[in-house]
Structure formats: C-alpha cells, structure tokens
C-alpha cells in the first residue's frame, strides 16, 4: 500500500513537472538551439533571455503593472468579503440564502460575456487602461469566491466567542479586528492565495481593460510574435519570471493551506 | 442555531454594491444589446426577440455547445477521481506535505496564455519532448491537423493544469478528519475500500461540491488554453463556446447576436451548476 501510494504520487508530480522543466530548459537555451535540436538541458546555457525581460521597460513594466492590479484586487476582494462571509456565517436575514447563491452566479459569468459592457463601462467613467480597472473586473470572480471560502472558515469559529466579546464589551468592529480576523487568519491566507492565483492567470478581461500603459504581463507574452517568427525563448523566460509570484505566495501560506481547510467547513 | 438579524444586511452591503457595478451594470447593457440592430452608436433599431429566435436555430452554435458539454465531462470525469487518487495518496505529515503541496500548485499559477504555449512547444514534433517521442515510437501524431489527436492535447493540457485544484481541496478535506477514525477502522479490520467508502468519502463530500462545481464552470467557460494551443482547430474540433462568442462579439463585431448568445450561454451555465448544487446539497440533507 505506502509504495504503492508513493508510485502514484511520484507519477503524478512527473506529469506536472515535466512541461514546467521543458519551460524552464527552453528559457536558457538561444532560439537557434531551441529551433536547431532537441536537447533535454541546454548545451549552451545563456540568460540573455532573461536580460530582455529585466533590461525592456515594457517587459517590466508589464509584470509591475500585474502584481499592481492583482495585489489591489485581493486587497478590494478581502476588503468586501469579509464583512459579508460574517453576515452569512452568523445570521439569518431576509433573502440570504437567495443572496448568497447570486452571489455565486457572478462566478459562473463567462468573462468573455463581459468584454464589451466592461470596456465601455470603464472607458465611459475614464478608468480604461488602469489597474484598478482590471483590479475591479476580476472582483467579478474573486469576490464571490471569497465570500464561499471564508464564510467556512468562519462557520468553525464557535459563537461562545463572539458572545463573550460582547459581554466583556467589545463593540463590533473592534471585535471584528481585533479578535475575530486573527483567529480566522488562516483562512485569509487561503482566500487570497485563491485571489491572487486567479487574477494573476486572467488574460481575456485584462487584455481587453488594458493598452499601453497598464499593460500587464500576460498580454505583453501574446506579443512576441516579430516578423522572424515567435523568440520562443523570451517567451519561455517570461513564463518562469510570471510563474515566481505564485511560488513565493503558496510558500507563505504553505502551512495555511493545509491547515487551513481542515479548519473550515469545507 | 444563527440568530435571526435583518441589520446584517449592512455588512453585505459592500459586496451587493461591488457586484452590482461590475455585473449587474455590464449584464443590462448585454441585455440592452440582445434586442436591438446596431449600425453604429446613433443607428439602432429595436429588433425585439429575434437575435435569441437565430441563435436557437444556429447549426454551429448547436455543434459548439455539443462539443463543450462533451469537454467539460470528460473534464470531469477524468479529473475529480484522479484528484481524489492524488489527494490520497499525499503524505499526511512531515516535509513531503509543503514540498508536495507546492509542486502541486505549481500548474494553478501559471498564466492560462503560458499554459497554452507550454503544451504547444511540448507536442510539436520537431522542437517538443512529447510530441518526437511519440513519433520516435512511430505514432503519427499532430495536434495542428488531426482533430482527435488536438481533442486530446487539449483534454491532457486541462487535466495537468486543474487536477491540482482538486487534489488541493481533497487533500484539505481528508486532513480534516481525525485519527480517531482510523483506528477504529483499523480495530475493526475496515479494507482500504471500506474506509474510503464510510469515512474518506462522507467528509470530503463538502470539497467535492466545491470542486465540481468549479470544475464544471471553469471548463464551461474555458477560452484562452485551447486558443492558444491550436486556435480552435483544426476545423472548429476545439471551438468552445467562449471563443465563439468572441468571435462573433470582437471579430465580426456583431453585437446584437453575440448578446443574445451571452445571455443564454449564461443561464446554460447557471442551469447547469443549480442542478449540482442542489443534487449535491439535497444529499447532504438526507445523509
């Protein structure tokens, strides 16, 4: 049974990892070499890939650009929601549970239906090409999403304590800041790790929301086509530097995450 | 029991405001669009139902919405009992859990775009492991022309790039079980399947809702990958509905059919994911 387990597992993790190894190898081979032949490392090593993306203003800019929309809208995203996920958690009012699914229904609107409502909607109050207007179009998803993941997290939480704040004369919000998020911080930790992972992998709606200035990465990697073909290994390069952010986030809340969720209701 | 309190709409507020700007606002223009012929800005005519009425009896969308539910379960079908097998067979302490749970992440945070590029480097026959191996074992393979073998890159790329999801929330709800259960079923002599089947199985029921139906939504709506990787072909084989609509909304420009097409693709989804829901709940009343 445990090698058995273990065969899976390790299986398993070869099939993720083989395609992110064959980014990561093409990303430090020159395109002659990538085009030339098939090679499992790279013969002649190089980080001039890398040097265009780190030397090129619109290829910084554009990754500064994303983490910009994508920390503002998990800031916008746990700002809401967790207000919200305690009303649900705690109360019954009228109409929550139709609310609550609503809610959830935004979550199931393609983007692609928004594309025009969305562009004119944000060009018409002069937001169009800024962060925040990706920031706040991606609510459309995470928010709904955080509303259901920490409204779990908060089910855990016994009410004994939220009475007990109140006895000891704790008014609400100072209740609400001071002990109830730190005592639910794992599950902050989860939901902006949900946040931040699908914010940070839309293209459509940020493509559309944006042009020159607020630019971000993943529209920048759809435009490496040049009239000598696609520079496959800037590409490569910039979907590692993209994959960085991701690693550094599930590292901080690695704990939280598995943690985390046995906590909650889910 | 939650206590009954009408000002809890005052912390609800917030979201029901945000939501109402980027959905509701975006959805009436939709709505606004869908009965009306648009020339330009200044030349309208209202046209009433009969954008819905063509797109009804629209041969191609007929044959895009067939093949997107074909998609999205054989999506499913592959990926929550392959997640479920993953999540199982995850160590349960020690430093293989947060060196796993990353490598399992990994997918989940790369940028859709990149995920298509990955997979279309990675099965070219000439510059990609997967696909000159599989010629090197002289399998005639090509994603770019023949519409079974580009039916299943695309199934393989969303099977790499989301079975985490779902091994991520099995993986969290078989944690929280406690040890105490086990060593009951281990007192009694339960089989590996027993456990599964009582104990595994009833708790991750919760997880399970959330993964289908993220799942389910995800695959439903799915249109950067399958764009990028082979851009809808060869033919229409790998057409989805989304890039349908957008074809038919940013390519032919054709707002008053595209509109109609959002709002019944909507409700496809919405239908869809209320029968989940409520099949899934009811038997969590019952159980």
Redesign the interface.
Same mark, same amino acid.
Request: hydrophobic share 60%.
């Given at each position: 049974m445990r090698t058995r387990k273990l065969l899976v597992l390790i299986a398993y993790m070869l099939f993720v990892l083989v395609p992110i190894y064959w980014l990561i190898n093409m990303s430090l081979k020159t395109n002659r070499e990538i085009l030339g032949t098939l090679s499992l490392w790279p013969v002649e090593p190089t980080l001039a890939n890398y040097r265009v993306i780190f030397t090129d203003p619109t290829w910084y800019m554009s990754y500064l650009n994303s983490l910009s929309f994508v920390s503002m809208n998990m800031v916008i995203s746990l700002a809401v929601a967790l207000p919200a996920a305690y009303a649900f958690s705690r109360y019954r009012f009228l109409g929550d549970k139709h609310m609550f699914f609503w809610l959830l229904t935004n979550r199931m609107a393609p983007p692609a239906v928004f594309l025009l409502p969305f562009f004119q909607l944000y060009s018409s109050i002069g937001l169009f090409d800024t962060p925040i207007a990706v920031a706040l179009a991606h609510c459309l998803f995470n928010v709904p999403l955080a509303v259901w993941i920490l409204e779990g997290f908060m089910s855990g939480v016994p009410k004994e304590i939220d009475e007990t704040a109140y006895i000891d004369g704790y008014s609400f919000p100072r209740f609400f800041l001071r002990i109830f998020i730190p005592m639910i911080r794992p599950g902050i930790g989860v939901t902006a790790f949900f946040c931040f992972m699908f914010s940070w992998v839309e293209l459509l709606l940020a493509r559309t929301l944006t042009s020159v200035d607020a630019k971000p990465i993943v529209a920048q990697m759809t435009r490496t086509v040049s009239a000598s073909g696609i520079d496959w290994g800037v590409l490569a390069a910039a979907g590692v530097v993209a994959l960085l952010p991701g690693v550094a986030v599930i590292y901080f809340v690695r704990n939280h995450v598995a943690k985390g969720f046995a906590l909650g209701r889910v | 029991m939650? @206590?009954?309190?009408?000002?809890?709409?005052w +912390?609800?507020l917030?979201? @029901?405001a *945000?939501?109402a /700007?980027?959905?509701i606002?975006?959805?009436m223009?939709?709505v606004n669009?869908s009965v009306q012929d648009i020339f330009d800005p200044s030349t309208r005519y209202f046209v009433g139902t009969e954008w819905y009425r063509e797109i009804l009896r629209d041969e191609r969308l007929h044959n895009a919405l067939l093949r997107q539910f074909a998609y999205s379960f054989s999506v499913l079908a592959i990926e929550i009992p392959?997640g479920i097998?993953?999540a199982?067979?995850?160590p349960r302490r020690g430093l293989g859990?947060?060196i796993?749970?990353?490598? +399992?992440?990994?997918?989940?945070? #790369?940028?859709?775009? @990149?995920v298509g590029?990955?997979?279309q480097? #990675?099965g070219r026959g000439?510059?990609? *492991?997967y696909g000159?191996l599989l010629h090197d074992l002289g399998i005639d393979y090509n994603y770019a022309s023949n519409p079974a073998d580009a039916w299943v890159t695309v199934l393989i790329m969303d099977v790499?790039h989301w079975?985490?999801l779902v091994a *991520?929330?099995c993986?969290?709800?078989l944690?929280?079980i406690p040890d105490v259960y086990y060593q009951a079923a281990r007192i009694d002599r339960a089989s590996?399947w027993a456990v599964f089947r009582y104990i595994q199985l009833p708790k991750l029921k919760?997880?399970l809702l959330?993964a289908v139906m993220l799942r389910f939504?995800d695959s439903?709506?799915i249109?950067?990958e399958p764009f990028v990787l082979t851009g809808g072909g060869p033919g229409t084989t790998t057409t989805f509905?989304?890039?349908t609509?957008?074809q038919m909304?940013?390519g032919q420009f054709d707002?008053g059919r595209?509109a109609a097409f959002? *709002?019944i693709? /909507?409700l496809i #989804? +919405?239908l869809v994911?209320?029968l989940f829901?409520t099949a899934m709940t009811h038997a969590d009343d019952k159980g």
């Open positions: - | 939650k @206590v009954h309190n009408n000002k809890a709409w +912390l609800v917030p979201v @029901v *945000l939501v /700007f980027s959905a606002v975006p959805m223009t939709v669009y392959l097998i993953v199982l067979s995850m859990v947060p796993c749970l990353i490598l +399992l992440s990994l997918p989940l945070l #790369i940028p859709w775009n @990149v590029t990955i997979w480097i #990675i000439d510059i990609g *492991l000159r790499w079975t985490s *991520l929330l993986y969290s709800g944690r929280s590996h919760n997880v959330i939504m439903f709506m249109y950067t509905l989304s890039q609509l957008t909304a940013v707002l595209a959002s *709002l693709y /909507f #989804i +919405l994911t209320w829901y």
